[in-house]
Every structure is written in C-alpha cells, then in structure tokens.
C-alpha cells in the first residue's frame, strides 16, 4: 500500500471542465512569460547599472512578438472565417509571419548581446546580465509558442 493513496486535494472549481488543454497550455505559457520578465528584473536589481540600457528593447519586442502571434487564430490563417478586412487570409498570415520573425530577431539580438557584450568582455563584466537577457527571451518566445500550439480552438465555434 502507498503512503499517498489516501490524500485527496480540494477541487478547484475553475479547473473541473472536461477539456484541460486549454488550461493547461494557459498556466505554462504564463509561468514561463513570468520566469522571463523575472530573470530580467532579477539581473537589473542584482546587477545595477550592468545591464546595457537599450537591450531591455529586446524583452520589449519579444513581448510584442507574443501578442501579435496569439492575436491571430488558426482559423484565420487557413481561411476558414476570416474573409474581410483590408488583405483577408493573406494579411492575417502576413501579420502571423511578422510576429514570427519579430519573436526570433528578439531571441538572435538577446544571444548577440550575450556574446558580444558579456561573454567576451572578459573577466571585468559579470555573465548573469546577459544569460538574464537570453533567458528572458527564450523564455517569453517558449511560452510564445506553447500559447499558440497549445491551445484547440474548438471550442469558440
């Protein structure tokens, strides 16, 4: 017999639909969106004054990158009921692909940054602002994803 067998959780209410994906995919997505911005703030209080003023820009559009691909359903990009607006299927793919490539060009900028500024100082710099500045990224561009992909829009009809 296991020690655990017994031990019952209280329900949550908000978490007892049949379909979890959704809920899921909305927490991990958010945890890691929230893990991002903490590496950032962390470096920026630990490490005051270290951290290049401009490369915040990075944290900035890769934010952006993660509204612009979440505001855009599946649906829309393959033409099923998307038909108006000022470019249709067409501009709701083109708004996708931006919001992709602003997504990577954050991430590639915040590993350039690393590199250049932090990993290649030599030994006068400390690393974690720029590992800080990488992980941000990284992390905001994952939740990015798991956002989009993990969701089913089945249910909004």
Known sequence: MNCLDNV?????????SGEKRNILASIISGILFSA?????IDAASVYPGELIGSSHICGV????SLVMVNSVTNA???GETYTGGCMGPCGARLWLFMGFVVGFASLIA????LFVEYV?????????????LFLQNAFIFIGSLVFKFGRTEDMWG
Do not use: Y
Not at 8 to 16: G, H, I, M, Y
Not at 36 to 40: A, E, K, N
Not at 121 to 127: L, Q, S, Y
């Open 8 to 16: 019952t959780l209280p329900s949550c209410v908000w978490f007892e």
């Open 36 to 40: 991002g911005w903490w590496f950032i």
């Open 61 to 64: 559009m890769a934010t952006l």
């Open 76 to 78: 829309q990009v393959r």
């Open 110 to 113: 915040s590993c350039w940054i």
């Open 120 to 132: 290649n100082a030599g030994n006068d710099k400390h690393v974690w602002p720029g590992v800080s």
